[in-house]
Every structure is written in structure tokens, then in C-alpha cells.
């Protein structure tokens, strides 16, 4: 269907320079978009200066728990149940 090119190069770009406020993850932040534009903007390079540097990934890099416990993906343990295909049916 798309390539991984295709996403990173494309549709990933696309997607944070054109935000959708009417169909949001984060609501208090399309509000804002849709309210304030500007006040939108100032918001997010406060965000970017605070969170997108490299002493906050540094910082983030320090966490106890691993990927594989933040996933519940892949976890399925239950005893009597099973799961309802595996993946090579689809």
C-alpha cells in the first residue's frame, strides 16, 4: 500500500505542518488551534525548546520500564483463551 519512504518523506511532514483541529488526539490542543492560532503556535515552540532538545531525551532515556513492558502487545497470557487468527491470515 504506502511505503516507508512514503510516510516518513510524505505523509509524516504533511501531517504536523497541516494539523486537523476537527479530528483531534489532543483536544485541548485543537481548541487552541482553532481559537488562538497564534497562541497555538507560541505553545508548541515552548514545547519543542522544553521537550525536543537533546538533554530532554537524555532524561527520557533514563526510564525503568522497557518498551516491552509499556506494550501489551504480543503479552497475550491467558490460560484457556486464544486468540482469533494469527497474523499470516490476514
Given amino acids: 500500500m504506502y511505503d516507508m519512504i512514503n510516510i516518513f518523506e ?31 503556535e507560541a505553545k508548541v515552540k515552548e514545547y519543542v525548546l522544553k521537550y525536543a532538545n537533546k538533554d530532554a531525551a537524555d532524561d527520557n532515556g533514563d526510564d525503568s520500564e522497557s518498551d516491552d513492558e509499556m506494550s501489551s502487545v504480543g503479552s497475550f497470557e491467558s490460560g484457556d483463551e486464544e486468540p482469533a487468527g494469527t497474523m499470516d491470515e490476514v
Avoid: W
Fill in 10 to 40: 510524505v505523509f509524516l511532514p504533511q501531517l504536523l505542518r497541516y494539523p486537523n483541529p476537527t479530528d483531534p488526539l489532543n483536544g485541548e490542543a485543537a481548541s487552541l488551534l482553532m481559537r488562538e492560532p497564534q497562541g497555538y
